[in-house]
């Protein structure tokens, strides 16, 4: 029975392509100005800007000169980079516009298509982000893509790792500026840990167009971006803590060692209560009282530390220190340390040094930093799998653009194999037969250490000349992959590598030029020579699409159906022949999961022999399923952290306002008198109870906590004697004599000095409360799931506390601040902004666990060393993931740094 929904495709296509559609009358349009704007001079056709903005000046918006820039846009990539965008390009560049996702398959020119759209934003002087997921990549479309922009009359910028803030601030400020997610998010965080407004180096968030949009908003945000930086010495108190878990009985706990979880019973938690009372701990009546969020974290940590965590299998003691060991390997990790104050835990637990434990003091998640552009896009080849997630956390429609060419790949069913062993011969015997036909074979596999087995075999087998990538040099790794479509190429990649580079069959020749021309100066010899690397080209391209075009073979089914179809993608690209195919045995994680032990059952029963496979398109759809319900689950596991994050969120935009209000003010006189007065009504509401006789009054504390607070000596005492005093008198009384202390210190400091001093008292103190703060939402965040056990929601109680310690830094902010600025004296000295604090950028890589950032991303600039790049003797201490000082590109750990590990 065919249903109404297909009849209805049937006749009036799909939504995507009915969106698709809509765009044709203004590819019409700008097809019809292409004479008149191919008859105009260079100088006319970069005149073209000027005119545009002075048109947007005059009230225009950009949607109605979409049309006559993009036609600009195409003739100047036609006369630049010898390129002229195909009618699909013009589309995915509307899409773009439009902030929606344009999905392109693999060489279909997607760093052209931003072009365009980049081109008419960045129209309105508000800049234009063209995000990438690494530094080579915003490197290299910034150096070409420049030309054309440049060209225009357009400025760029680039943002890679280990830029100053003067060439940040210089880059930012360009017309457009090519960077990486993390790097734009880190920008972010340190903005918004500056004393100064001129220091900052981002210039808010306009338009943001995400290449690779599904890596970089799905794969990497799974993990926060954070920056922090050493905290005080708190080792008496783990110790304090420690010493009490001994004292505890197996009845005072429950242990789940597969969850590794451990929680205190309430016996266990009474016990304890009394311990931490006695020892001046416990703030409030109950241990699970807000106030004592920090205190429960740490106990919990305490109790992982000596029933979770086994010496000699989960660690080593070894030189006064807790060395990790890997569960999976066996392997010492020396360096690597568990977070959240666990390690110090452990240091206590073992009675060796206790090392000082990192505080959060700023961070992100890529969700929240993306959401806050005005307008965001971005472009893929691999989104459609992925179109509610993009829809419901972002906004962004998902559309798939149709390729210049009809795509002639095969795709042939899934061969399934028993067990690893039989997969990996028939691979073997598949790459042979096409390496004799000179075909190219790309391997794709899920792992680096998948595809380092996989050579290992591949040279047992006498093979020889084949290549092997795992994500790890992106620009070495770019030539390789260009050029895995020589005919009987044998590429072995990770599904990581060679992002951003087409696999063009017989090589890619503007690589292979750039390569194999370097250091020739221009004249005979090298015109010679580029003549002779283009006719071999073409020759190689003839005889790789005699063979077929290039052979994807993938050893693995990826949970995300994205993975695959980026695999899948890297052949049959503008219309040439291809083939894909995908190898899988029972044995793999995904098979195994679902339940492959009936199917092995199963099929020895019916017979089947070692080296035999199962071929179905019944099977294609069941893995299908699976990843399916894989997919669903990692969203749904993705929201609910969102969620948790929001909350934060919410809190991190009032605070980073308020900072940016602090510097932008000339004169901060009533923001500290409201505080000073909010403080006022708080003491005497504190001790004048409402309706309470005079007698009744705490007039003794009030004078203290006056004093304290707002370094004033009263006679409290004195006034709550007089007869007819209201509670109302007292709160006037105070704040008057508060208000002329005040202005007395500003009349002998001058309002410029008071104003420095107010400004720089309030941004540090809020800097300080905010990163107590954060450290107590990390804590709360770790014990909130037990709520569940009481039938209460998580989140809910989450929002609720989360709120109640906002509420308790803003009213701890407004006295710390009125209680400094009472007492502040003023120096004969020039005014020193304070000093920043050292800090440690962190991004985990979802895939690895590894941190990517192991190097100080120091605030303050650091001492330059001249370091000479062919004498190592200079370079002085280099960090293991600092980029080598030869220059080569390389992490230093990856290259000199091997020699001297």
């Known amino acids: 029975m065919v249903s109404f929904g297909g009849i209805a495709r049937k006749f009036f296509g799909s939504a995507n392509d009915r969106r698709v559609r809509s765009y044709r009358s203004r590819v ?244 304890l209560e009394n311990l931490l009372r006695q020892a001046g701990l416990l703030k409030g009546e109950s241990l699970y009282d807000v106030e004592n969020v920090a205190i429960v974290h740490h106990i919990n940590n305490a109790l992982k530390a000596h029933k979770l965590f086994q010496r000699d299998k989960d660690y080593i003691v070894r030189n006064d220190e807790i060395v990790i060991i890997d569960e999976f390997t066996g392997r010492m990790m020396p360096g690597r340390r568990y977070s959240e104050g666990q390690h110090q835990a452990l240091e206590a637990k073992e009675k060796v040094t206790i090392q000082p434990e990192n505080q959060t003091l700023a961070s992100i998640t890529f969700q929240n930093y993306f959401r806050m552009y005005d307008k965001l896009a971005g472009m893929t080849g691999t989104a459609a799998t992925e179109a509610e997630e993009f829809s419901n956390i972002y906004g962004l429609e998902v559309v798939e653009v149709p390729t210049n060419l009809p795509i002639q790949r095969i795709d042939e069913d899934d061969e399934v194999y028993r067990t690893v062993e039989e997969k990996f011969k028939a691979i073997i015997a598949e790459i042979r037969e096409a390496h004799q036909r000179n075909q190219p074979v790309l391997v794709g596999t899920t792992s680096i250490e998948k595809s380092e087995l996989l050579a290992a075999m591949l040279k047992k087998e006498g093979f020889t000349q084949f290549s092997v990538l795992n994500a790890r040099y992106h620009e070495q790794e770019a030539y390789i992959v260009s050029q895995a479509g020589v005919p009987g190429a044998v590429t072995i990649a990770t599904n990581m590598a060679g992002r951003g580079t087409d696999i063009q069959l017989g090589g890619n020749i503007d690589m292979r030029l750039e390569r194999d021309l370097e250091g020739l100066e221009p004249g005979p010899e090298r015109d010679a020579k580029e003549a002779a690397i283009r006719a071999e080209v073409k020759q190689l391209k003839e005889k790789a699409l005699a063979a077929g075009g290039l052979y994807v073979i993938a050893s693995e089914r990826h949970e995300s159906r994205r993975i695959d179809n980026q695999l899948r993608g890297r052949s049959g ?22 339940g492959s032990d009936r199917m092995d059952g199963m099929l020895q029963k019916l017979g089947l022999k070692e080296g035999e496979a199962i071929v179905h398109p019944w099977i294609n759809k069941a893995l299908e399923r699976a990843q399916k319900k894989v997919e669903a689950r990692n969203f749904d596991i993705r929201k609910n952290l969102l969620k948790y994050d929001d909350v934060t969120n919410d809190q991190r935009k009032v605070i980073f306002e308020q900072r940016i209000e602090l510097m932008d003010a000339t004169d901060l006189t009533e923001t500290v008198a409201d505080m000073r007065h909010e403080v006022v009504d708080m003491l005497v509401t504190k001790h004048i109870p409402e309706r309470a006789y005079a007698e009744q009054w705490d007039a003794r504390g009030l004078k203290e906590e006056v004093q304290r607070l707002l370094n004033l000596d009263l006679p409290i005492e004195d006034w709550v004697q007089e007869e007819g005093i209201a509670e109302d008198d007292i709160r006037e009384r105070l704040v008057s004599a508060a208000d002329a202390a005040a202005r007395d210190r500003a009349e002998r400091f001058g309002p410029e000095i008071m104003t420095y001093v107010e400004r720089s008292i309030l941004l540090q103190t809020l800097d300080h409360l905010w990163r107590e703060h954060i450290v107590n939402l990390d804590h709360l965040r770790s014990v909130v799931g037990f709520r569940g056990y009481a039938q209460r929601d998580p989140l809910q109680e989450y929002k609720a506390e989360a709120f109640e310690l906002f509420q308790a830094l803003l009213a701890n902010l407004r006295e710390v601040v009125t209680a400094q600025l009472m007492r502040v004296e003023l120096v004969r000295e020039a005014p020193q902004p304070p000093e920043p604090p050292v800090m440690q950028a962190h991004h985990l890589d979802p895939s690895t666990g590894e941190d990517e950032f192991a190097q100080p991303a120091v605030f303050a600039a650091e001492e330059s060393v001249d370091r000479d790049p062919a004498n190592p003797a200079t370079w002085g201490k280099v960090g293991r993931n600092e980029l080598c000082p030869c220059g080569s590109g390389k992490k230093f750990k990856h290259c000199h740094g091997v020699l001297t590990a």
């Open 28 to 271: 019409a349009a700008i097809g019809a100005l292409e004479e008149s704007i191919k008859a105009l001079t260079d100088e006319q056709l970069a005149a073209k800007t000027q005119e545009f903005k002075q048109q947007i000046a005059e009230g225009k918006s950009l949607d109605d000169l979409l049309a006559p820039a993009f036609a600009v846009v195409r003739e100047a990539s036609r006369r630049v980079l010898g390129m002229r965008p195909f009618d699909v390009q013009l589309t995915g560049g509307m899409i773009l516009h439009d902030g929606d996702i344009a999905e392109m398959k693999t060489g279909e020119g997607k760093t052209l298509v931003a072009t365009l759209p980049v081109y008419l934003n960045a129209l309105s002087g508000k800049g234009v982000h063209v995000v990438t997921v690494n530094d080579y990549l915003a490197s290299r479309d910034a150096a070409i893509m420049g030309r054309l922009y440049g060209f225009l009359g357009l400025t760029t910028g680039v943002i890679v790792h280990g830029l100053d803030d003067e060439q940040r601030r210089a880059a930012y400020a360009c017309d457009i500026t090519y960077a990486t997610n993390n790097e734009l998010g880190f920008d972010y965080l340190r903005d918004n840990m500056k004393y100064d407004r001129g220091q900052m180096v981002q210039r808010g968030h306009n338009f943001a167009i995400v290449d690779e949009v599904d890596s970089i908003l799905i794969d990497e945000a799974r993990t926060p971006l954070i920056i922090s930086g050493p905290l005080d010495d708190r080792s008496e108190l783990y110790n304090t803590i420690d010493a009490f878990i001994p004292a505890l009985t197996p009845e005072d706990y429950e242990i789940d060692e597969k969850q590794r979880s451990a929680i205190f019973s309430e016996v266990g938690t009474e016990k």
């Open 573 to 594: 690209r503008q219309g040439d022949p291809g083939r894909s195919k995908f190898y899988l045995s029972l044995q793999d994680d995904l098979m195994r999961i679902f």
